[in-house]
């Protein structure tokens, strides 16, 4: 009897033992799956960026170093200072995105001071207010500040009108060489990039060193100078260099302008021999390497970061709250840039619906018909209809990659995730028309990709342009959600046997949706207007985005800048439809998604 109670213990240990070796062993086996998956999907996104994003750029560069016969030779880069028109291009191209830097600074700097330091009324909504031109894109706006700030535009008529000027007289804002013009466009489209980084700045300086400071004599500017300065140092380093990496190879503006003695649109206009001129190659890779060199510049003024403060310990910066006339004034500060920087987009509105302008402070005369032409004309309703499929598609691709990038960032432990979050906001500081350039040297006859050239179909090149460099606002929404859901929800849900893929997808990913939705709208809103890739990869009409579209109507004689005019209006109504639905769908602070 003794015995089979012995042997049923015996069972029953054994069973006990044999489950807790199953549920170790399933347990180490789903281990070991998930692990494998993360290190296939950590070497899928490598290989993505590798393929579609290092590899275009290095085969551009490498274009401008080999000759024919594919020896190294450096005739090709000396080529391009030794010709006055080619460096004349370069030493424009330094200036714009000089002058735009500084005069975008100085418009941001004031901003930033006074909304860090001051509550006045209305300053939540003038704030959200001050990020609108970056939302617009100045490619469309140059119509509207044309027609303003021209020598026969509105501005010099209402100076006529107050007797400031004789009738003949202009002044010419824009500038001879329209320099001036296209920087002051660029300054108020970007000085929101600067003004979000140095906000961001700011907030986060320890007021106690500025009070340690007060206590030992060091006031006002001298404060500011020796304290602040220093500590703000990284915010305006960040912004700057992406403020002029963007409008030292901007290409929109300057073509809407007219204006051709610049890098940009030299290398726009030479994609048409690009399978035998080296010479584009040749300016891709110094447009390249100045950028580069630039941003080494930035990082030497910048000097040693500062040391790591202590941080708030529980103190929030001073803020004085301003009533009576002197809130009225910072408001009104506030306003008037606003409506300055929105100008450009008044003036959009204006030409579209006006039946002539010209001389006059207003339209004479305004007209509904530049709309039902814009729409009928065969250029518009297709490129409306491609935009829409390429931006679907690449949306559709910066959600699952995006997903998959901060997940490795924020959720695994793996080697190289560092790697991985740089080369996902890398696409932030490289020129967009350089990538393009890229794309076309990987595709073109003879190479591995030809298949893919865009002269017979720009599908998939588009789709993965918009992709890459739209994918840093999806991942920086998607991490900010995977840091605020608590990773214990995951870590439950896999110790009652869920597979790691299983919680992500039940559990995390329904949490963040908010998150992943503000990132991919606005993905999909800045890849309907992309600008550089439009017109560079898509070469026949019948794939045109709405971007070149608009191009193309800006160059028809008569009625052309009308209709490129109200297309330009549908696209904003757009654009601010979907920047409304993604503030409203976070909750929070748009401008948190363009801090770097």
């Known amino acids: 009897m003794k015995s089979v109670f012995r042997s049923q213990e015996l069972n029953k240990a054994a069973s006990g033992a044999g489950g807790i070796l199953r549920r170790r062993f399933g347990s180490r086996l789903r281990e070991s799956v998930a692990s494998r998956g993360i290190v296939t999907l950590y070497l899928g996104v490598l290989a993505f960026f590798g393929l579609f994003f290092v590899l ?42 000089v002058g735009s830097t500084l005069l975008g600074f100085a418009i941001a700097a004031p901003l930033a001071w006074i909304s860090e330091r001051f509550e006045f ?43 400031w000027l004789d009738q003949n007289q202009v002044i010419d804002w824009i500038g001879a060489g329209r320099e001036w013009g296209i920087i002051s466009l660029n300054a108020l489209h970007l000085y929101p990039i600067l003004y979000l980084n140095l906000v961001a700045a700011l907030a986060n300086v320890d007021p106690v060193l500025l009070e340690a400071a007060e206590n030992l004599g060091c006031t006002g500017i001298r404060r500011t100078w020796r304290i602040v300065v220093p500590l703000i140092m990284p915010g305006i380093f960040a912004g700057g260099s992406i403020v002029f990496i963007w409008a030292f190879t901007e290409l929109g503006v300057p073509l809407m302008f007219d204006y051709y003695r610049v890098t940009s649109v030299q290398i726009f206009n030479g994609l048409s021999d690009i399978d035998s001129n080296p010479l584009p190659y040749a300016l891709v890779a ?45 408001s009104s500060f506030f306003l008037a840039i606003c409506m300055l920087s929105l100008l450009p987009q008044l003036g959009v509105v204006l030409v579209s619906f006006s039946r002539d302008w010209y001389r006059t402070i207003l339209p004479r005369s305004f007209t509904l018909q530049h709309y039902v032409f814009a729409l009928g004309n065969h250029l518009t309703v297709p490129s409306i209809q491609n935009s829409l499929v390429y931006a679907s598609l690449s949306t559709v691709l910066d959600i699952l990659l995006g997903v998959i990038i901060a997940y490795l960032v924020i959720r695994t432990k793996i080697f190289g995730r560092s790697l991985l979050d740089a080369l996902a906001m890398l696409p932030l500081a490289v020129p967009g028309l350089i990538l393009a350039f890229g794309y076309l040297a990987l595709t073109r006859r003879g190479s591995l990709l030809s298949f893919l050239d865009p002269v017979r179909n720009p599908l998939v090149l ?86 070149k579209a608009i191009y193309e109507l800006s160059n028809i004689l008569g009625e052309g800048r009308y209709l490129a005019a109200a297309l330009g209006v549908w696209a904003m109504v757009f654009l601010g439809l979907t920047i409304t639905a993604a503030s409203r769908s976070i909750g929070a602070k748009l401008g948190t998604l363009f801090r770097i």
Do not use: W
């Not at 909504?125 to 939302?135: K, T």
């Not at 997808?505 to 998150?515: K, Q």
């Open 56 to 97: 275009p750029i290095a085969i551009a560069v490498r274009g401008a170093f080999l000759d024919q016969s594919g020896a190294l030779t450096l005739d090709y880069i000396r080529e391009i200072f030794r010709n006055p028109i080619y460096l004349e291009g370069f030493i424009n191209a330094l200036k714009l995105g």
């Open 121 to 163: 009324p209305a300053k939540r909504s003038l704030s959200a207010c001050l990020l609108l031109p970056m939302m617009l894109p100045p490619f469309v706006g140059a119509i509207g500040f044309r027609q303003i700030f021209g020598q026969e535009g509105a501005v010099n008529a209402l100076l006529r009108t107050l007797g």
């Open 286 to 330: 110094v447009t390249l390497f100045g950028s580069a060199l630039i941003y080494m510049i930035f990082r030497l003024l910048k000097g040693k970061s500062p040391p790591a403060m202590p941080g708030r310990g529980g103190h929030a910066g001073p803020v004085t709250v301003l009533a009576g006339v002197r809130g009225l004034l910072c």
């Open 462 to 547: 588009l789709v993965l342009a918009y992709t890459v460099r739209r994918i840093p606002y999806v991942v920086r929404s998607a991490a900010a959600g995977f840091e605020q859901a608590s990773v214990t929800l995951e870590e439950a849900a896999q110790s009652v046997g869920a597979s790691p893929f299983r919680a992500l997808t039940r559990i995390t990913l329904p949490l963040i949706t908010a998150n992943l939705f503000s990132g991919s709208v606005l993905a999909f809103a800045f890849a309907m207007l992309e600008v550089s890739d439009s017109l560079v990869l898509a070469q026949k009409q019948t794939d045109y985005p709405i971007a």
